[in-house]
């Protein structure tokens, strides 16, 4: 559940930006500004939704209050002005949570988002940390009880899955956002035709592709969807906050080709039935790495070397730390770092 200021967009968007432009404004949609270059959706299905046309920025009532006030004063803010009292956890306030549940609808964990920006989990016990718990994809009872043929949207948060389903659309996620997808949640998505929804960062692209990856072999079909014009770490609730309609997205959908596959050839040429395709032609498809141009996730590596050179040392030991989950990244290379300069001097 999130704390639901959408509510309260009136309240917040008159704090913050004023009264609206009238000759700009509706009722269900206040303009701000001479040329009425921010928009405010006060009632339907983006209530609570705001877009800066100009500054290329935009989301919901939170980051609207925090374009006058620092995350910390908000809740400070909501309670003496809208009777808002919002849970305080580890040294922060939650502003939303996720709750994630069985395939029988039982409780399984929280993901909590809390002000300043950062996500715990906790049990239904209210213990922070899950360590043990089993983990699921979000909203998986809905998952399970949509019709086969109905496409699942794979956005990378828990804030974009309920933006979509406010729609009508099948929309899941794994927890712990990207990097974090695991093997097993494939399984649920078995026959589902599946759109996975890039975020415009680094992390967001290479989590997108390890994703299609990952539900290739068992989904009806894959798509992911890389959304143009989003600002830096944008995402899908950013693209719907600057005018996406829910037809548009649909559109994109239809337009963009099955993962894997490649571009159609202009010259089908073919040699005792065998196809020449130009490279040229061809779509790269971006590579997830566990170490920037090192270690590839899901590639087959070779480490070579003279003899006694160390090399099984350093294949073991990267091999137990990434496996292990010593640390990830930071401490695959440190740890082949140092190996390298003991076994060369």
């Known amino acids: ?47 609570g939704l705001w877009y800066d ?15 006058k006030l620092a995350d910390e004063d908000i809740p400070d803010w909501l309670a003496r002005n809208l009777g808002i009292h919002l849970e305080r956890a580890a040294g922060g306030h939650i502003v939303a949570v996720y709750p994630y549940y069985d395939e029988s609808g039982r409780l399984l964990f929280e993901v ?17 940390g899950i360590r043990g718990v089993r983990r699921v994809l979000y909203r998986l009872p809905e998952l399970i009880a949509a019709p086969k043929h109905a496409l699942v949207y794979i956005p990378e948060g828990e804030k974009d899955c309920d933006r979509l389903a406010q729609w ?7 927890p712990m956002g990207a990097g974090k997808w695991r093997s097993e949640y494939a399984a649920f998505l078995r ?3 599946c759109v996975v929804i890039a975020d415009n960062d680094e992390a967001g692209h290479p989590h997108a592709v390890e994703v299609a990856t990952s539900l ?4 009806a079909s894959v798509r992911i969807l890389y959304l143009q014009n989003l600002p830096e770490k944008g995402d899908i609730s950013d693209w719907i906050a600057a005018g996406g309609s829910q037809s548009d997205l649909e559109t994109l959908v239809e337009d963009t080709a099955p993962f894997g596959t490649r571009p159609p050839v202009d010259d089908d040429t073919e040699i005792d039935g065998v196809e020449l395709i130009n490279g040229a032609t061809v779509t790269p498809i971006p590579i997830p790495w566990t170490w ?32 292990n ?21």
């Open 168 to 174: 009508g659309l099948v929309a899941t996620c794994n």
């Open 112 to 128: 909590c988002r809390l002000a300043p920006k950062r996500f715990l989990q906790r049990r239904p016990s209210g213990e922070w």
């Open 216 to 219: 290739a072999p068992v989904a």
């Open 292 to 323: 920037d141009g090192y270690l590839a996730r899901g590639k087959l590596h070779l480490v070579a070397g003279a003899k006694g050179a160390g090399k099984t040392t350093i294949a073991v030991s990267l091999a137990a730390t990434y496996t």
């Open 53 to 67: 046309h100009e500054a290329k920025e935009g989301g919901g009532p939170w980051e609207l209050l925090c374009r």
């Open 1 to 47: 559940m999130t704390t639901d200021l959408a509510h309260h967009i009136e309240a917040i968007a008159t704090f913050v930006l004023g009264n609206p432009n009238p000759t700009h404004s509706t009722r269900s949609q206040w303009r701000y500004g001479t040329n009425g270059s921010v928009a405010v959706e006060i009632t339907g299905a983006k209530a």
């Open 191 to 193: 026959g589902r035709h």
């Open 325 to 345: 989950g010593g640390g990830g990244v930071r401490e695959v290379q440190q740890k082949a770092v140092r190996l390298m300069v003991m076994v060369c001097g």
